[in-house]
């Protein structure tokens, strides 16, 4: 299986603050990764694929970046809206596995 | 837009086998896209369990893969998720999800699955 590694596993920041999440594969997966939001009691939701392209309806203020083994979630001018959880997933191969979220709440 | 509805007994009995359905509206089932599996235990993170392609074919996680049974009702537009031998270890919250690419775009709300005798 390959692991999912996401940094840090929670942070705390203001409305308008820049926010990155780190996630770091096992292995080379090349631009084969997904992050996902999720709120609490709600289902996730994709927000960027392939590593860096914004799913339909996801505001551009989310972008993504990296390949091999090393990505980046970047929130640019945090909303009221994005406290969340944040998960990134390597589709690369079976099983599909998730980093263990990343927690961004409220300073 | 395809829409996913989880249902199934909120309370299995250890050892028992949990059973869910998906619900599949606004589009069909036989489309070109992988159906997924995937839950969450309470406070934790996601774990995928398999999935079904519109042929029948499947994917498994190999750590559920002697438990688990993804299948497909296409007069139904539903698919469904038997697990078996279930433990409290299997107290999760159940989704589906539409997959292409190996990426879940669209998920089901969840169905919480308890074990407890």
């Known amino acids: 299986d390959i692991q999912m590694t996401q940094s840090p596993s929670s942070v705390s920041a203001s409305v308008g603050d820049r926010v990155t999440i780190t996630c770091r594969a096992g292995?080379?997966?090349?631009?084969?990764l997904a992050w996902y939001q999720q709120k609490p009691g709600k289902a996730p939701k994709l927000l960027i694929y392939a590593a860096s392209i914004l799913q339909s309806g996801v505001p551009s203020r989310f972008s993504g970046t990296g390949s091999g083994t090393d990505f980046t979630l970047t929130i640019t001018s945090l909303q009221p809206e994005d406290f969340a959880v944040y998960f990134c997933?390597?589709?690369?191969?079976?099983?599909?596995?998730f980093g263990g979220g990343t927690k961004v709440d409220i300073k | 837009q395809v829409q996913l509805q989880e249902s199934g007994p909120g309370l299995v009995k250890p050892s028992g086998t949990l059973s869910l359905t998906c619900a599949v509206s606004g589009g069909s089932i036989s489309s070109t896209y992988w159906w997924n599996w995937v839950r969450q235990p309470p406070g934790k993170g996601l774990e995928w369990i398999g999935e079904?392609?519109?042929?029948?074919?499947?994917n498994y996680n190999p750590s559920l893969k002697s438990r688990v049974t993804i299948s497909m009702d296409k007069s139904k537009n539903h698919l469904s998720l038997n697990l078996t031998s279930v433990t409290a270890a299997d107290t999760a919250m159940y989704y589906c999800?539409?997959?292409?690419?190996?990426?879940?775009?669209?998920w089901g709300q969840g169905t919480l699955v308890t074990v407890s005798s």
């Open positions: 079904i392609y519109h042929t029948g074919s499947t």
């Open positions: 999800a539409r997959g292409e690419y190996n990426y879940a775009f669209q």
């Open positions: 997933q390597q589709a690369d191969s079976f099983p599909l596995t």
């Open positions: 292995q080379d997966i090349s631009s084969w």
